[in-house]
């Protein structure tokens, strides 16, 4: 089993299709529900602690937006643990604030130097794209075994 960045990490479709081929998707979804089960004193719980922008300091300096850092004390450590990564380009992800563009422009650069497989792909915009696109993922991860 390899552990599969998902990038956007947000995409339950991508996360779903790694796992069904035995492999764990890394996704931002997981480590919120880390946070948000864990038995605390918060009421209602908190997805971030006043901790976790500290974390996001060895990803991005203290100069940058706070965003970028407390984004990056999540996607940081899945990186760091990745074995493999897919990343989806145009997929209008990167709208949005500043932080969030910096975190996504971070995050494709960490992925890209870490030198792990990276699967790299575009949006699909029509039907045809969309059954090429699952099929070239289907063939990345089969390729991890």
Known sequence: MVKVMVYPPTSMILADLVERTGHEALVVSKEVRKKVNTPGLDSPPLNMTPEDPK??????????????????????????????????????????????????????????????????????????????????????LEGLN
């Open 55 to 140: 974390k996001g300091l060895k990803y991005a300096a203290v100069d940058v937006p706070s965003g970028v850092r407390g984004r990056m004390s999540l996607l940081g450590p899945m990186i760091e643990e990745a074995d493999a990564a897919i990343i989806i380009r145009n997929d209008n992800c990167t709208l949005g604030c500043t932080g969030c563009a910096r975190t996504n422009e971070l995050t494709r650069f960490l992925l890209k130097t870490k030198r792990i497989p990276i699967l790299e792909l575009d949006y699909p915009e029509d039907e045809f794209q969309a059954k090429r696109f699952v099929h070239k993922i289907h063939e990345f």
